[in-house]
């Protein structure tokens, strides 16, 4: 047969297929189980965006935030005389969103879908920027910044854990970012997570997904379990400026406020790390 | 004799010195906030009242700067005398509590020369020392005055006195368009400094696309980051303003000092050049298309190779 398929571009007469070497999957290695007490350790840095204002990355275990801050920039229309702030919060595309079913549960109720004009920005996004908007919007001195906007983007680009410790972690990131982008802040804002499970009367500081292999995306809430992110200015004689529960269950008044002071406990300790790094890159 | 018990660096937040401090009784000192810090209000340990402290707003360096008044250095000049003169009677009003100011601020790590402007007291200040900190206030050290002047606030907004270095963009009748550069003594804009060395462009602010779907489509495509402004044609010059024209004063392109009058309306500061010192700094001529001109006089600029002579409120260099 010498007639060749004249349509098709033929490889070369003496290749031969590929063939993979066995490779054997690796076990994925046991992740230590963190005692309930202990606050996971973090990765900082600042200022790798060149292109923007400040900004900050931060890496705690699986989870890879990144925040530029955009600002003070001019605005257009009217005349303010206070900054206005901004925060657009996006996952990569592929990323599973966590506790994602169950904001699609409850986002029949759709108060938030359009939440301050931005498109495209999935419940838990915009969750999450309301919060971080809330927070920093009583933190910064805007007056001292009139005319202008004040934007912050928040990129998570990892993320394997439940929404709120998340959350926990944006909030540092933000703080970060904001110092580096040298915007005048009343504080620092650090915040303190917690898990309570009320069957037991047990506090979990920091809780994380102990289960690698666990879908975050159906964290079901359970009864008796209750997550709290709770923000604090510590050196303003700590005021809270942000508190999320999700939860499904009643609180005490004086359980809560336990709560909220072992947040607080928490809060101080990555303050601390916080202003250790800062005074550290001053150096 | 006090040791200054203050953190040489500091995070935002971070409480520095309270207003006022006692010196056992013979001395107050009292501190005012500079760039980089503000008076507030905080709960103190062990007590119940609110206290006002100054606190860091940003992160960096703490930097104290005793102020001395002229007229107060003169004037107790002056006392001294009288006392000599009149002894013995006025020994008690000697013993007047004696208050020193300083000014207290935060210098980011950036930053190195700062420019103290502060329009209300620069009359009357003499001079700023800088007060290393762990020194006691009695052991003053003075150092080079003039690299120890800093800036009122650390916002690198053009603000109310400010001067400003701009480009023209577009020219009226009535006014002349400009795009803020840079402002005197400050750091550069960063968005503008950004915009001419590498064209990347920022995401696009939030708060701008809201409100650009009101307005036309057309603005949303000049989305700047720069701050603008207008030089209107009554505030071009100071003398016969009323019959200024604006072409004969500005050309699209050229670089203008200018101050700033009026923060204006939403999209605009308003700047004016009726001074001496201000109006074009550099300009080239045919609309950008020649050579750098020189001033001559006030109102002409020469093209030294071509001999090119055009208009221009041109700012006396010297």
């Known amino acids: ?283 | 004799m006090t040791v200054l018990d203050i953190p040489k660096v500091a995070v935002p937040g971070q409480p520095l010195v309270p207003s006022f401090l006692t010196d056992e009784g013979d001395s107050i000192s009292k501190f005012i906030p500079g760039q980089g810090t503000k008076l507030e209000r905080l709960l103190v340990q062990d007590k119940n009242s609110k206290v006002p402290v100054i606190i860091a707003t940003i992160l960096g360096k703490v930097k104290i700067y005793e102020r001395v008044y002229k007229e107060e250095a003169e004037a107790e000049e002056e006392e001294e005398e009288e006392e000599k003169e009149a002894e013995g009677k006025q020994d008690q009003e000697q013993e007047e509590l004696k208050v020193r100011t300083f000014i207290i601020s935060v210098v980011p790590k950036s930053s190195k020369n700062y420019y103290y402007q502060d329009s209300q007291d620069s009359q009357n200040l003499q001079k700023l020392k800088e007060l290393e900190i762990d020194t006691n206030i009695e052991e003053v050290t003075s150092k080079n005055q003039e690299d120890v002047i800093i800036n009122k606030s650390l916002s690198n907004l053009p603000q109310e006195g400010d001067i400003v270095l701009v480009k023209i963009l577009k020219l009226t009748l009535k006014q002349a368009f400009v795009e803020i550069i840079a402002i005197e003594n400050k750091k550069a804009l960063d968005h503008s400094a950004r915009t001419l060395i590498n064209n990347d462009s920022a995401p696009p602010s939030l708060y701008s696309s809201i409100a650009s779907t009101s307005t036309t489509i057309l603005q949303q495509v000049d989305i700047g980051e720069n701050f603008k402004g207008i030089i209107r044609s009554q505030d071009v010059r100071s003398t016969d303003r009323d019959r200024v024209k604006i072409i004969e004063s500005f050309k699209p392109g050229d670089i203008v000092r200018c101050i700033v009058i009026s923060l204006g309306d939403g999209t605009n500061y308003y700047l004016s050049t009726a001074r001496n010192d201000l109006g074009v700094i550099f300009a080239k001529s045919h609309g950008g298309a020649g050579e750098i001109m020189y001033a001559v006089d006030w109102k002409t600029m020469i093209c030294i190779n071509t001999g090119e002579v055009e208009q221009r409120k041109c700012a006396k260099p010297f």
């Not at chain 1, 046991?30 to 292109?51: C, H, R």
């Not at chain 1, 910044?145 to 972690?169: E, R």
């Open chain 1, 1 to 283: 047969m010498n007639v060749q398929d004249r349509r098709r571009l033929l490889g070369p007469a003496n290749a031969s297929p590929i063939v993979f070497s066995d490779v054997k999957e690796k076990k994925s290695k046991k992740i230590q189980a963190k005692p309930d007490d202990e606050i996971s350790k973090m990765f900082i840095n600042t200022g790798l965006v060149k292109n923007c204002d400040g900004s900050a990355y931060i890496e705690v275990g699986n989870t890879i935030i990144q925040v530029s801050i955009y600002g003070p920039r001019p605005i257009r229309g009217s005349f303010i005389d206070k900054a206005i702030l901004s925060t657009e919060c996006r996952f990569l595309p592929y990323l599973s969103q966590p506790n994602d079913s169950i904001s699609r549960l409850t986002s029949s109720t759709s108060l938030i879908t359009n939440y301050n004009g931005k498109l495209n920005l999935s419940n838990i996004e915009q969750k999450i920027s309301s919060y971080i908007e809330s927070c920093f919007l009583s933190c910064i001195y805007l007056e001292n910044y009139p005319k202008s906007s004040i934007d912050i983007f928040i990129k998570i680009l990892s993320v394997d854990t439940n929404l709120l410790n998340l959350v926990n972690d944006v909030v540092h990131c933000c703080s970060l970012a904001m110092v580096d982008a040298q915007i005048e802040s009343k504080d620092l804002i650090t915040s303190g997570n917690l898990r309570y499970l009320k069957s037991n009367n047990h506090i979990i500081m920091d809780p994380k997904c102990k289960d690698k292999d666990k879908d975050i995306t159906n964290e079901v809430v359970e009864e008796g379990k209750l997550d709290l992110v709770v923000s604090f200015m510590n050196s303003r004689n700590d005021e809270i400026v942000g508190f999320w529960c999700e939860g499904n269950d009643t609180l005490e008044d004086d359980v809560l406020e336990k709560l909220i002071e072992r947040c607080n406990d928490m809060s101080k300790e990555i303050r601390k790390n916080i202003n250790f790094y800062l005074i550290e890159s001053l150096e």
